[in-house]
């Protein structure tokens, strides 16, 4: 769920990541002076400065076709993003089109067939998913039959393994019990939400309201009915947040006891996401006051009992994710960071082919008439080209 931005990275809890400690460091104000500096998301690999119009569609459909050669009996981890939200959250820096309009994913999806078939075509016919992860955008903006659509998809060109993990980003503000129990009957067993901050002078400032109320009810609802793996997102370094306050959002957290817990640092990027204007910028914590919002998120959960793991993960000792920890953290991708490490991962309808500078064509119908299933033996063209087009698509 990201985007072609810059953040500011602490390279001190970086360069700690490796091991894991009782209680975060002080660090000291020169320090935090040299590495408050934009850097590239470390979230997605090779990071963004590096992709270049070189590796277009051509180059992307023969990888798939070399992955394909060297590991045909190897299970794939699958991320689709579905990029669409009733409305923007004022802080976002994710790859969304706002609408209210429901048809638009319809279009969406009609393009998101077409790319699964490609790549299937490439990667050899029902290859094994090990993982699959829906990300967003706001997953649940598409209804039960946009979502069964989806599923059909994805099972007509792949085989999902009975112990595949299948995770889902929900807003709790627009999923319904209906949703929850559709994607459970498929098989999804780990749910994702944004939190960001309970407190609601934060949440009016970042334009995105949900309640304390809203979510725990969500969570216990989805382990109800079987959600085994619980994740919630919280972002520091957002306006308005203090110390007590964000401490009074990390004992609900606590409280909710969810199975993981991400704590990313918000990326103030107004040049590349205008809508970041709107907030109250006089108000955002920075040096010290944002580390310190980290800081105390590492020593809450890790007194809670959590792991610390990576930069900016926390999970109880008893998820897979934990184990993870004694053999190295890889294979993220973007927001998603799988339990297990699959051989290959292949985003979808994803932000980094949306974002790709790799140069398009003008219009959206020429995406048709040069990747349409009428000429998907033949054509050139890679699931890549055809993701861009999907999202200026939807976009319109
Ligand atoms: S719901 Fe999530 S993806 Fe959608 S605008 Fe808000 S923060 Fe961005």
Avoid at 223 to 241: A, E, K
């Amino acid at each position: 769920m990201r985007d072609q931005l810059t953040e500011w990275m602490p390279g001190t809890i970086h360069e700690l990541s490796s091991s894991p400690m009782s209680r975060f460091p002080e660090i000291n104000a020169a320090t935090i002076a040299r590495y408050e500096q934009p850097g590239p998301r470390y979230t997605s690999y090779p990071t963004v400065p590096e992709w270049n119009p070189r590796f277009g569609p051509a180059e992307y459909a023969d990888k798939l076709c070399e992955a394909s050669r060297e590991g045909s009996s190897s299970p794939l981890s699958l991320y689709f993003h579905l990029p669409f939200c009733r409305h923007m959250c004022a802080f976002c820096g994710c790859n969304v089109v706002v609408t209210r309009d429901s048809t638009k994913a319809d279009e969406y999806l009609t393009h998101l067939e077409l790319e699964l078939a490609l790549a299937a075509e490439r990667l050899g016919k029902r290859r094994e998913i090990s993982q699959l992860h829906l990300g967003g955008g706001t997953p649940t903006f598409l209804n039960e039959a946009q979502l069964s659509r989806l599923w059909r998809a994805i099972r007509t060109h792949f085989a999902v393994r009975n112990d595949a993990e299948l995770a889902v980003e929900v807003n709790p503000v627009v999923t319904t019990s209906r949703h929850l129990t559709l994607l459970r009957s498929f098989g999804f067993n780990r749910l994702s939400m944004g939190v960001q901050d309970f407190d609601r002078d934060v949440q009016q400032a970042i334009e995105r309201n949900q309640s304390f109320e809203l979510t725990a009810g969500m969570v216990a609802e989805a382990r109800s009915i079987g959600f085994r793996g619980i994740n919630l997102d919280l972002v520091y370094g957002l306006p308005l947040q203090t110390q007590s306050k964000w401490a009074r959002t990390l004992r609900r957290i606590v409280d909710i006891r969810p199975d993981r817990i991400a704590v990313y640092s918000f990326a103030f990027v107004p040049n590349l996401k205008p809508h970041q204007k709107r907030l109250p910028i006089d108000k955002l914590p920075h040096g010290e006051a944002k580390l310190s919002l980290f800081r105390s998120a590492y020593n809450a959960f890790v007194e809670a009992g959590y792991q610390a793991i990576g930069m900016d993960h926390f999970a109880l000792p008893e998820d897979e994710l934990a184990g993870r920890r004694t053999h190295g953290l890889s294979g993220a991708i973007f927001r998603v960071t799988p339990s297990r490490q699959p051989p290959m991962s292949l985003p979808l309808a994803s932000p980094e082919s949306a974002t790709s500078r790799a140069p398009m064509p003008r219009t959206f119908d020429r995406c048709l008439s040069t990747t349409g299933p009428s000429r998907l033996g033949g054509s050139q063209r890679s699931a890549a080209f055809c993701s861009r087009m999907m999202t200026a698509a939807a976009a319109r």
